[in-house]
């Protein structure tokens, strides 16, 4: 059994080389113009959000301001065998090809540049490497610093920045190789996982709990009526939110419906997508770094509950640098042995002291 509160962060520099070229045209002829102009007549000249700065924002935060207890790691790439439990031979093909090419993959945002696939096996790979190192006994817990990423890549298409679905290879391979019979897999990012729900929508054995913010939002997917089919049906777990959802919203979705999922489906191990794009100075949902290291804290406590610990963040999405750096930061914090107050608490036993203070000061007459 690994030592209460041990970490290890997976990173690969790998990674970085997937920097997908902005002037590719990513629709056919026409349109491509069009969008362009269009976009550019708003003010707001394409870009593409997804770059390498993500990882080495985060990677320089935790070198300046280290966490006690976190040690690092390589990554390691993904076989084309523990990709294809999850992707289409087809797909996979269709993947491979480009690589060493500058594309676009699919009008929702996705393109490779010539190291994208090499970047995309990593990614997938990485996050493999840290959950065998908690199954091994390693660490309690990890984290899988990756990029591209996953969780709207489908079987068979690429989608919303992801070209393999990173937490989905790694719950496949938790399954097939390392002797897990139950995997959860929660997702805190602010777009619905449609790619990790559609893989394990008839899987029985995967419990996919999805927090984020409500269709018309990208990508559409992820009602309360998606819970899954056949045998399947019953471990697919929606809990679509308003645009200014915050920390008191999600805590309260992870105490009256995660915990008592957890508690029915007593997993080998906990899964987390932990998008950042949720913080309150990103672009989808409010909520704080407080709220990030609260759900964290309820993570760590079922896991030690029911599967020995055994829990691995992978990231997904988080594109305003400072957040998305603080945020894993947060995290690692409470997985090192921090233990966070309550969101929205702070400074409240100050006030209820300076209320008894001033209790009576307000009772007499007025000053002259
Ligand atoms: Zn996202």
């Known amino acids: ?24 045209p990513f629709l056919p002829g026409r349109m491509d113009d069009l969008v362009r102009s269009m976009l550019l007549g708003l003010g707001d000249p394409w870009k593409y959000p997804e770059h390498p700065a993500r990882l080495t924002a985060i990677r320089h935060l935790l070198d300046l301001e280290p966490v006690p207890g976190v040690t690092f790691e390589s990554g390691m790439a ?29 009008v929702d945002t996705t393109a490779v540049s010539p190291g994208s696939v090499d970047a995309a096996e990593v990614a997938a790979g990485t996050a493999i490497a840290a959950v065998e190192a908690v199954i091994e006994g390693r660490a309690e817990s990890s984290f899988a610093l990756v990029r591209p990423p996953g969780h709207h890549a489908e079987p068979v298409r690429a989608r919303g920045f992801c070209l393999f679905n990173n ?25 619905h996982g449609n790619g990790t729900q559609d893989i394990f929508w008839s899987d029985p054995d995967v419990l ?34 308003p645009a200014d959802a915050g920390d008191a919203a999600y805590l309260k979705a992870f105490r009256e419906i995660l915990v008592p999922a957890v508690e029915w489906f007593q997993p080998d191990l906990i899964l987390v997508s932990a998008g950042f794009d949720p913080h309150t100075h990103d672009l989808a949902l409010e909520v704080s770094y407080g709220g990030f290291a609260a759900m964290t804290d309820i993570l760590k406590a079922l896991a030690r509950q029911h599967c020995k610990g055994r829990l691995v963040f992978v990231l997904e999405g988080g594109y305003n640098l400072i957040s998305l750096s603080r945020g894993v930061r947060t995290v690692l914090q409470v997985l090192a042995g921090d233990v966070p107050a309550e969101p929205g608490q702070r400074g409240i036993a100050e006030v209820e002291a300076a209320a008894d203070f001033h209790r009576g000061a307000f009772a007499g007459p007025l000053p002259d």
């Open 167 to 191: 937490v989905a290879v790694a719950a496949a391979h938790a399954r097939m190789a390392l002797g897990c019979t139950r995997v959860m897999i929660v997702d805190w990012d602010a777009h």
């Open 78 to 106: 993904a076989t084309r065998e523990q990709l294809g439990r999850v992707h289409t031979s087809s797909y996979l093909d269709h993947i491979f090809e480009l690589r060493g090419q500058s594309a676009w993959l699919d």
């Open 208 to 241: 996919f709990f999805d927090l984020h913010r409500a269709a018309p939002f990208y990508p559409g997917s992820g009602s309360l009526e998606e819970v899954g089919m056949g045998r399947g049906d019953g471990t697919n777990v929606n809990v679509p939110l």
């Open 1 to 24: 059994m690994a030592d209460e509160n041990s970490v290890i962060v997976f990173y690969d520099e790998r990674m970085l080389a997937h920097e997908p070229d902005i002037e590719v």
